[in-house]
């Protein structure tokens, strides 16, 4: 089974500061078809989940551009440019074949 | 707009049964897959069950596999979770999942307890 590790667990950021989410996959989430189903969900306190990215670096409609997604094979990078307020909740990876989901990363700000 | 709206939720105990529904909307319904990911009280994101656009093909997670079943009823646009056996550690927000467009419902809550 693949299994999806976030780093780090907890980031407290300063607004208006950069931050990163790193996921790393037990293998390559490179799929037969070619493409790499690896997708960004943030959840704000008390919501429902919320796409942000899909097929790593695809950004959801009405998605902010200060969001992006990179990587490749086994390594992903979600990166927030200048976090505001409304940025705070958990964030997820997912590997988007069997489902997998990593741990979840806590952003709050200092 | 897609909206998925999740009903059937509650208090059931150990042993138990519920049934779940997700009505859908704003979508062709039939032409997507759908899953049930679930949230425990304080903890992250566990996918389910899925299934694909006609119901032909059905997928679960080991811890339920056995007694969660999933279905769909295109003529209703409605998706289900038949969850039988409940546990303890099935008790979580069990959220309506349409992953080609990324639309979560808003989540009923499951609470199994004597």
């Known amino acids: 089974d693949v299994v999806m590790t976030q780093s780090p667990l907890s980031l407290p950021v300063t607004l208006g500061q950069p931050a990163s989410i790193s996921c790393r996959s037990s293998q390559s989430l490179v799929y037969s078809d070619g493409n790499t189903y690896l997708n960004w969900f943030q959840q704000r306190p008390g919501q429902s989940p919320r796409r942000l990215i899909y097929k790593v670096s695809n950004r959801d409609s009405g998605v902010p551009d200060r969001f992006s997604g990179s990587g490749s094979g086994t390594d992903f990078t979600l990166k927030i440019s200048r976090v505001e307020a409304e940025d705070v909740g958990v964030y997820y990876c997912m590997e988007g074949t069997h489902w997998t989901f990593g741990q979840g990363t806590k952003v709050e700000i200092k | 707009e897609v909206q998925l709206l999740e009903s059937g939720g509650g208090l059931v105990q150990p042993g138990g049964s519920l049934r779940l529904s997700c009505a859908a909307s704003g979508f062709t319904f039939s032409n997507y897959a759908m899953s049930w990911v679930r949230q425990g009280p304080g903890k992250g994101l566990e996918w389910v069950s899925g299934l694909d656009g006609r119901g032909d093909d059905t997928y679960y997670a080991d811890s339920v596999k056995g007694r969660f079943t999933i279905s769909r009823d295109n003529s209703k646009n409605t998706l289900y979770l038949q969850m039988n056996g409940l546990r303890a550690e099935d008790t979580a927000v069990y959220y309506c999942?349409?992953?080609?467009?990324?639309?979560w419902g808003q989540g009923t809550l499951v609470t199994v307890s004597s």
């Open positions: 999942v349409m992953w080609l467009l990324g639309c």
